[in-house]
């Protein structure tokens, strides 16, 4: 029920492609001596290009120049850092597959340049591809071997599979080759999660794993659990039309394990920070209640893979009971409320976590949320949600995004929070 990017991860991913960006500014003196024996004119656009960060211009120029030179290889160093800023503007700004195509490109020309290894696991790794992006990271770190920017992402890469004893040692060595304290508090936080995990059996099915304590209860749910993932794969994929090759980690806790690893407000039913966190307490059986918050959690998996963290609270958890809702839809009893009095929650107050609001709030922010988003998919189609979903990962802002998405209804957010509220009346 409650969505939590774990923003440690967020802040340390963003880091590394800001770092990435700003390093390219003064690798060029490591080329400029070759540049010189070439055609000076071409030569000298493209390293002020380069200079600009305008690296789809220096590329342009560059295979012109290749193509006239005896011996290309002279500028294959320029052509792999064009490349590979070309592929970190692209990382930031959600274009993925262009990301990965440009960082294979600049490692056609230089092999030994282990940040456009990084690159492309960073791409895998933002698109739920963990295995392949951890086989890359092998690779890199055969060329550089105590990089600790490449033991962070391996370690994160490990621990979002579920690998979390190899997660531990990336992020050790990590540590060890100078990571810095961030690193080492999501050292401590992997840790504490696995002396719980290492506990706990396993089982698979399809797109995901379940990890679950030791118990009759757990084990007599694990298999209806991982069959109502699947449903929901298949379900809540139709709705986004989007069904990620991924396999996602799903954790069902004792009450007191779950309170110590999530931290989470009393009111949350389970938690989505990367992994599904599910509460064993209470639950008997595979009720509609029960099934309603796996698919709610599944939703939440593929608003992650498709927008990343640029996405209100609002429309999050909007979808999320959207998805739930069609397993087990109860009254709107505060929306009613609020509608009959005119008194909803400020938008504003919705965009972030609900945890940032008084406990007799939440229902309402849940409900209302619900509201305005089955709204403007019952209204103007998923077709259209999904677009606004593509827009956010690509790091569009919330309102420019929904104004790009719906303008052709003659609507922007005022507009539809409009329509919205006449709807209820």
Not at 259 to 287: C, E, F, N, Q
Not at 337 to 351: N, T
Not at 363 to 377: D, G, I, K, T
Request: charged share 20%.
């Amino acid at each position: 029920m409650l969505f939590r990017q774990s923003e440690m991860s967020f802040l340390l991913f963003r880091k590394t492609i800001v770092y990435s960006l700003v390093v390219l500014s003064f690798c060029f003196s490591t080329v400029l001596t070759d540049v010189f024996a070439m055609s000076e004119n071409l030569a000298g656009k493209a390293v002020t290009l380069l200079e600009q960060k305008d690296y789809s211009g220096a590329l342009e120029v560059l295979h012109s120049l290749e193509k006239t030179l005896s011996n290309p290889e002279q500028i294959s160093n320029m052509l792999a850092v064009a490349y590979l800023g070309q592929g970190y503007q692209l990382l930031a700004a959600g274009e993925f597959q262009s990301a990965r195509d440009s960082f294979r490109a600049g490692r056609s020309y230089n092999d030994e340049d282990v940040r456009l290894w990084q690159g492309e696991a960073i791409t895998l790794y933002r698109r739920g591809n963990y295995p392949e992006a951890v086989s890359l990271l092998d690779q890199a770190l055969g060329i550089d071997q105590k990089n600790p920017d490449l033991y962070l992402l391996l370690g994160k890469a490990y621990y979002a599979g579920g690998r979390m004893a190899e997660a531990i040692d990336a992020l050790q060595r990590s540590v060890e080759y100078g990571g810095g304290v961030e690193v080492a508090s999501l050292l401590d936080k992997v840790r504490r999660e696995w002396q719980i995990e290492e506990q706990m059996q396993q089982e698979y099915r399809g797109h995901f794993q379940l990890s679950f304590v030791d118990g009759a209860q757990a084990s007599d749910l694990a298999s209806d659990i991982l069959e109502t993932l699947e449903d929901a794969y298949v379900e809540v994929g139709s709705d986004l039309a989007y069904y990620p090759d991924i396999r996602v980690p799903v954790l069902l806790y004792s009450h007191r394990d779950y309170a110590d690893v999530t931290h989470s407000p009393d009111w949350a039913g389970a938690v989505y920070d990367g992994k599904i966190r599910l509460p064993l307490a209470g639950m008997r059986g595979m009720t509609k209640r029960f099934s309603s918050i796996l698919y709610h959690e599944y939703m939440h998996v593929l608003v992650h893979f498709i927008a990343g963290s640029n996405v209100p609270v609002w429309l999050n958890e909007g979808l999320a009971e959207l998805s739930g809702r069609r397993i087990d839809s109860t009254p709107l009893v505060d929306l009613t409320a609020a509608s009959e009095i005119g008194q909803f929650l400020e938008w504003r107050d919705l965009e972030k976590s609900f945890t940032g609001l008084p406990d007799y709030h939440v229902p309402l922010a849940y409900e209302q949320s619900y509201s305005l988003v089955l709204f403007m998919v019952e209204s103007y189609g998923w077709h259209n949600m999904v677009e606004l979903l593509e827009s956010l990962g690509k790091q569009q802002e919330w309102q420019a995004a929904i104004t790009a998405v719906y303008q052709e209804y003659g609507l922007d957010w005022p507009a539809i929070l409009k329509e919205w509220q006449a709807n209820l009346n």
